[in-house]
């Protein structure tokens, strides 16, 4: 019996051969498979670089914004400090002893000269200035007992007057006028520098 | 469309999808390096206001420090200033031992607001009339307004008492209480 190995017989092609350019896709195909490897390799490695970079910068913006809310927590609490020294400052300001200038007013008074009335009173939205009223009889000519009285105030005490308004009644004057110190002194002087 | 073709299209399949994949991580890689730049920028500009506070703090801090130790010197004392106690030295200035002087109103706990927001936020006021001996009650001013230190006389009022050597006296003597008063500093 003869062996019947070769059963497939010769056949023709059925389907028409592909064109000889349609080679290049299996050449193509590795190409780009390698190619693409590597590019993604290259752009996987330059994405993590960049996602390191972004998580550095964003942890150093997170401590620099900290350390600028902390230097603003500061200031306003300087400003806060400043602000309360500056109404202290106002406060003490305002507080320069009364009685002396009494006493100059009293001291200034000649031998004929009567103090019938005087206040002193500090203005209300600026205690440095004070509010000073004086009635008194002096002899004739009044006004050189009140020039007098100024006067002394203004050397001993730097304050100089203003708005003043006198009203005579025989020998007795009622004077009113504005006290305001002469420049800035004292602590206002020392806060100003 | 033959077993070729098909090989031809699938393959061709996989280069397009091999390309596309790609063209994705690109995008995706440059967006990630415009997220990292962005992210520099943000922390070199918050460096730079950061630097720029802190070079103003520190002029504001040198400029101020003055002013603000006079504060701290005086809020030790001020801190401690209640209504209860502004009264209390009140009253001890004008029953002290050494005051013997007849006064005919001696109002001291005349409480009034001051400043809203500002550091002395209200006063006590001791209003109070006296007649007495000209020397002896003007002298009681000026020791009042020199031990009483915090305090500020207010208004002075000055008449000719009913005897020659008697002055009649009013005045308006304001003690200061600070925000904060009766609060220990932290």
């Known amino acids: 019996m003869e062996p019947c190995h070769d059963l497939k017989t010769e056949r023709p092609d059925i389907g028409q051969p592909l064109p000889k350019a349609m080679m290049l896709i299996p050449m193509g195909f590795y190409l780009i498979l390698v190619g693409a490897a590597a590019l993604n390799t290259l752009f996987y490695f330059q994405y993590r670089s960049a996602e390191t970079q972004r998580l550095h910068f964003e942890q150093e913006n997170a401590s620099q914004e900290q350390i600028l809310n902390e230097t603003k927590k500061r200031r306003s609490e300087i400003d806060l400090e400043k602000k309360r020294a500056k109404d202290l400052v106002g406060w003490v300001d305002g507080s320069d002893p009364l009685q002396p200038v009494v006493m100059t007013v009293i001291r200034s008074m000649d031998a004929n000269s009567v103090i019938e009335e005087l206040s002193l009173t500090?203005?209300?939205?600026?205690?440095?200035?004070?509010?000073?009223g004086l009635k008194f009889s002096a002899d004739p000519p009044q006004e050189t007992q009140l020039n007098k009285t100024l006067e002394e105030i203004q050397n001993k005490h730097s304050y100089g007057a203003f708005y003043k308004r006198s009203t005579q009644k025989g020998d007795q004057v009622t004077f009113n006028c504005e006290l305001v110190p002469e420049g800035t002194r004292g602590v206002a002087a020392a806060a100003a520098q | 469309m033959?077993?070729?073709?098909?090989?031809?299209?699938?393959?061709?399949?996989?280069?397009?999808?091999?390309?596309w994949g790609?063209?994705?991580m690109f995008k995706k890689q440059g967006l990630k390096v415009q997220e990292a730049q962005n992210a520099k920028q943000v922390a070199e500009s918050t460096k730079v206001a950061c630097g720029a506070a802190k070079a103003a703090l520190e002029v504001v801090d040198n400029n101020s420090r003055d002013l603000r130790d006079y504060l701290s010197q005086w809020d030790i004392e001020l801190r401690d200033q209640t209504f209860e106690v502004a009264q209390a030295k009140m009253e001890q200035q004008i029953s002290g031992q050494n005051t013997q002087l007849t006064f005919l109103r001696r109002d001291t706990a005349d409480r009034k607001p001051f400043s809203k927001d500002g550091y002395v936020r209200e006063t006590v006021n001791a209003n109070l009339t006296l007649e007495d001996d000209f020397v002896k009650?003007?002298?009681?001013?000026?020791?009042?307004?020199?031990?009483?230190?915090t305090s500020r006389v207010h208004s002075c009022r000055i008449k000719k008492g009913q005897a020659a050597d008697?002055?009649?006296?009013?005045?308006?003597?304001?003690?200061?209480?600070v925000d904060g008063a009766g609060n220990k500093k932290s």
């Open chain 2, 166 to 177: 008697r002055i009649h006296m009013e005045i308006t003597i304001m003690t200061p209480i």
């Open chain 2, 2 to 19: 033959n077993n070729k073709h098909l090989a031809c299209t699938l393959i061709g399949g996989l280069i397009a999808l091999m390309l």
């Open chain 2, 137 to 149: 009650s003007l002298a009681w001013l000026g020791d009042t307004e020199a031990t009483m230190i």
């Open chain 2, 22 to 24: 790609t063209l994705q």
């Open chain 1, 122 to 132: 500090r203005k209300p939205d600026d205690a440095s200035s004070i509010l000073f």
